[in-house]
């Protein structure tokens, strides 16, 4: 049963920091571009502008993500309660590797995002609204 409990806290780690670093960078953005701390990327670190947008577009799929992996996490720990340890450490296991592969498609949908608001020198793309005399 130890070793249940471990599991779970194991599991749940990872889409708990998915969910407070998530909300964190929703908000606000480190506030100096840089090496050590945030969403670095070649393209989030062209400019102000992407550095802020990368941060609060990949907050917000980390929050999601996090709080649609938590009850996921708890219910799939319940269901194996009292087996044994092989099966819960495959469940156990698995609950760790979907954060993981949750947050290399934020990295992906992040960069997509930077690609299609913003040019390779890191300005905003212009958005014609249709209204053209030319």
Known sequence: MLFWFYMLALSLLLPITMTTIGTIFRKKAPHHINLLVGYRTRRSMLSRQTWVFAH??????WLWSGLILIPIALIAMLCVIGR???????????????????MIGSVIATERALKKNFDPFGFPLRRDSGNRLS
């Open 84 to 102: 044994d340890t092989d099966t819960v450490g495959y469940v156990g296991a698995l609950l760790c590797v979907l954060p993981i592969l949750t």
């Open 56 to 61: 609060r577009y990949c907050g917000k799929i």
